[in-house]
C-alpha cells in the first residue's frame, strides 16, 4: 500500500540550547539555520518555520536542546564524573488513535446524536464503535433558521450542539446551506422546505428564477446566485457569523457555501439556474476572509479553477466530495496540501452505494475497495474526512472494515511517534546534568495545523507532575510529514542537592500540549503520541 512508502526517516538542520534557572517566561524566535549553539533564557523555546523543517534534500544531524538549571551546565569537574545512562523501550500504540484537529467525522446535525435513545449514536443500542474514530462533527445548518429577520441571528440550537460536541472532546465542521433540492418532492412543495435563503432577502427585493430538478422534473424556485441583494444579506451573515464564532476553538473549520446546490458552488441539477461568474466568486471569498481572521475557511468542491487559486491564497482551503467514484478527485487536493493546507474529502456517496457501483469510466462511478480508500487518503495527503455520510452507512463501514480504518487513524493528518529515548545523568563534584533525547517522527501523511507544545515532566507511576521540564513550541504547519526531530532536555542541580531524575519513584513522561498555558498550569494533553504506555492522562510514560 502507497502509505507504507511514507516512513522513511529524515534528520532536521538546526542547533538549538535553552536555559533558564528561574522560571520565567520569555519567549524567543530564532530565525538563523546554523547549527551554531544560541543560548536563551525561557521556559518555552519557539521555532521558526525556517528551522523547524526538515526534506529529503536536508540531511544535516543536529540536536534541538532545551536545558533546565539552578547552576550553570558548563562547570569543569576535577573528579571523573559518575554517569549512568537508561535507554527506554518503545513501541507502537495498538489500536485506533484518535486525535484533535484532524481525522475521521460523521454527520452531527444535533444534540440528538448524543442520546441513549438513537441507536446509532455513541450510547445506542447497537454499540457503534465507529465513534471511537470520530475527532470531530459536521453537518449543515439552514442559513434560514440561524437569520430568521434582518439583523437578526438565532444561534441557539448550534451552541447547543457546540457545547455537546465539546463535552464529548470534539470540535465541529460547519456548513451554513442556502439551498437544499434534497427535499423537492413535488411541484408543489413549500419553498421553505429546500429553499434555505431567509425569506427577508427576497422582501428586500433579491430576485429568484423557476428551475426543473434533473433527476425527477420537478419545477422549483431558486434564488438568482448573481443577484446584488442575495450578495449583499450573504456577505451580512458572513459578517455575523464571524462576529459570534470567529476563533472559537470549538470550531474546526467553515465551508463558505454561498451559492448553488447544498451551497457546494455548481447548479448541475437544477436546469435554468446558473452559478455566478469568477469575479463574483473570488469577491465573495474575499469577504469571508476580510472578516474570518482566525478560524479555517473551506472553498467547497466545486470550487474550481481560478477560484480555487484565489481561494489557496487567501488562505482558504479546499474540500473535495468526489472521492473514491470520480478518478482524479484526490490529486485536485494536492494543490491545498502544497499551500500547507489541510486537505479535506468526503465521498462520492454513502458506502453502500459505492460497493454497488459499476466500475464504468466514463458513464459511470468507482466501486469502493479498500486499496482506493488507502490511495485517496495518502495521495491527497489528508488531514479531515467523512467515514461516510450518515451515521447507519457509518456504522455499516467500520463493522466491516474496522482493522483497515484503525489502522487510518495513524495515517490521516499528523500522527506522532517516539523513536527513540536516552536518559543520560552525569554526577560530578560540581553538579548532576540529566539529559533526555528524544527523536519524534510524524508518520502521518500531513503537518499538524496548529501550534503544539512538547513537554517533558518529571512524574510519579501515575503521571502525576513532580517537575516540569521545557516545553518546545511547533508552529502549526512545521513539523512536516514523513519527517524526523531530534530533541534534548536538560536539567542541572548543584552537588549537594537532591537530583530528581536520581529519586526513587521518579519517572519522566512527554507530552504534547495544544497551548502553553495548559503545560503550565499542569492541565492534562489532549494530543496522544502513538506509543505504548500512553496513560489515561494522555501522557507517554517512558518505560525501562
Not at 199 to 218: D, L, M, R, S
Not at 417 to 425: G, P, Y
Request: hydrophobic fraction near 35%.
Amino acid at each position: 500500500m502507497k502509505y507504507f512508502g511514507l516512513l522513511g526517516v529524515l534528520a532536521t538542520a538546526f542547533g538549538i540550547v535553552a536555559c533558564g534557572d528561574d522560571g520565567s517566561s520569555v519567549s524567543a524566535e530564532v530565525t538563523s539555520s546554523s547549527s551554531e549553539e544560541v543560548l536563551l533564557s525561557s521556559s518555552s523555546q519557539t521555532l521558526s518555520s525556517d528551522n523547524f523543517s526538515s526534506s529529503s534534500e536536508d540531511r544535516s544531524s543536529s540536536s534541538w536542546i532545551a536545558a533546565n538549571s539552578s547552576s550553570s551546565a558548563g562547570s569543569s569537574s576535577a573528579a571523573a564524573p559518575d554517569t549512568t545512562r537508561i535507554t527506554y523501550t518503545l513501541k507502537r500504540f495498538d489500536g485506533p488513535l484518535a486525535n484533535p484537529h484532524k481525522g475521521f467525522t460523521v454527520p452531527t446535525e444535533g444534540t440528538w446524536v448524543f442520546v441513549p435513545e438513537f441507536e446509532y449514536g455513541p450510547y445506542g443500542s447497537l454499540n457503534n464503535r465507529a465513534w471511537d474514530l470520530i475527532t470531530y462533527g459536521s453537518g449543515y445548518q439552514k442559513w434560514s433558521k440561524l437569520n430568521p429577520a434582518k439583523g437578526v441571528y438565532d444561534w441557539t440550537e448550534l451552541d447547543k450542539l457546540l457545547e455537546a460536541l465539546a463535552e464529548h472532546d470534539m470540535g465541529y465542521a460547519l456548513r451554513v446551506l442556502p439551498y437544499s433540492p434534497s427535499f423537492i418532492r413535488g411541484n408543489d412543495t413549500p419553498e421553505e422546505e429546500y429553499d434555505w435563503t431567509p425569506p427577508f432577502v427576497y422582501e428586500e427585493g433579491a430576485k429568484k428564477i423557476t428551475a426543473t430538478v434533473q433527476w425527477n422534473g420537478y419545477r422549483a424556485s431558486v434564488p438568482v446566485w448573481d443577484d446584488s441583494v442575495y450578495l449583499h444579506y450573504a456577505k451580512e451573515f458572513a459578517k455575523a457569523l464571524a462576529q459570534k464564532y470567529d476563533g472559537d476553538p470549538r470550531i474546526e473549520y467553515i465551508d463558505v457555501r454561498s451559492f448553488g446546490e447544498w451551497g457546494e458552488w455548481h447548479a448541475s441539477h437544477l436546469e435554468g439556474s446558473e452559478m455566478p461568474s469568477d469575479s463574483v466568486e473570488k469577491d465573495m471569498l474575499d469577504y469571508y476572509a476580510s472578516v474570518f481572521k482566525k478560524t479555517l475557511l473551506v472553498l467547497p468542491s466545486s470550487g474550481m479553477g481560478d477560484v480555487y487559486t484565489h481561494a489557496l491564497s487567501l488562505g482558504i482551503t479546499k474540500r473535495d466530495d468526489g472521492f473514491i467514484s470520480i478518478p482524479g478527485r484526490p490529486d485536485s487536493l494536492v494543490r491545498a496540501y502544497e499551500a500547507n493546507l489541510p486537505t479535506i474529502a468526503e465521498n462520492q456517496a454513502g458506502y453502500a452505494t459505492l460497493l454497488n457501483n459499476n466500475d464504468i469510466i466514463p458513464g459511470g462511478y468507482l466501486k469502493w475497495t479498500p486499496e482506493r480508500w488507502v490511495d485517496a487518503i495518502t495521495t491527497a495527503h489528508l488531514t479531515y474526512y467523512v467515514l461516510d455520510q450518515d451515521s447507519d452507512e457509518g456504522y455499516k463501514f467500520y463493522k466491516e472494515n474496522k482493522a483497515l480504518a484503525d489502522s487510518m487513524t495513524k495515517v490521516i493528518g499528523y500522527n506522532f511517534t517516539v523513536e527513540r529515548a536516552e536518559l543520560e545523568t552525569v554526577a560530578s563534584d560540581k553538579d548532576t546534568m540529566s539529559t533526555l533525547t528524544i527523536t519524534v517522527k510524524n508518520t502521518g501523511v500531513a503537518p499538524c495545523f496548529f501550534d503544539l507544545y512538547l513537554a517533558a515532566e518529571f512524574v510519579d507511576s501515575t503521571g502525576t507532575t513532580l517537575k516540569q521540564w521545557n516545553s518546545f513550541k511547533i508552529p502549526k504547519g512545521t513539523f512536516k510529514d514523513n519527517t524526523s526531530k531530534d530533541i534534548a532536555f536538560m536539567h542541572v542541580s548543584p552537588s549537594g542537592e537532591p537530583h530528581i531524575a536520581t529519586q526513587p519513584g521518579v519517572r519522566i513522561a512527554l507530552s504534547l500540549y495544544e497551548s502553553e498555558e495548559a503545560f503550565k498550569s499542569g492541565k492534562n494533553p489532549t494530543v496522544r503520541f502513538d506509543n505504548d504506555g500512553i496513560l489515561e492522562n494522555k501522557k507517554l510514560l517512558l518505560k525501562k
